[in-house]
Nanobody, 117 residues
């Protein structure tokens, strides 16, 4: 299953974007899924995750600004990003995670988010 993130773009600081994640097949509703981002020159870090029952958890840097949701009927994962900051700039990816919140699927295409100051 190839995951693909979309919805990135250029936005001014304080703005909002909503990213989507779809799969070449379908996204299993039984799996926990996560959003990651990779800033220029840095490692890929987790932004947050959502369980099969909708429980979410976020990195401290995005708490209160980002919201992860999923529409199992549409087999789509979302990342609503508000009050964006320049440090949110990076390539965003989605992936499955295991019980230890480690990525467990193949890395698909990410989407670039650029936040200008």
């Amino acid at each position: 299953v190839q995951l693909q993130a979309s919805g990135g773009g250029l936005v001014q600081a304080g703005g909002s974007l909503r990213l989507s994640c779809t799969a070449s097949g379908s996204i299993s509703s039984r799996n926990t899924m996560a959003w990651y981002r990779q800033a220029p020159g840095k490692q890929r870090d987790i932004v947050g995750f959502i369980t099969s029952i909708g429980t979410t958890n976020y990195a401290d840097s995005v708490k209160g600004r980002f919201t992860i949701s999923r529409d199992n009927a549409k087999s789509t994962l979302y990342l609503q990003m508000n009050s964006l900051k320049p440090e949110d700039t990076g390539v965003y990816y989605c992936n499955y995670v295991d019980a230890n919140v480690r990525s467990s699927g193949s890395w698909g295409q990410g989407t670039l988010v650029t936040v200008s100051s």
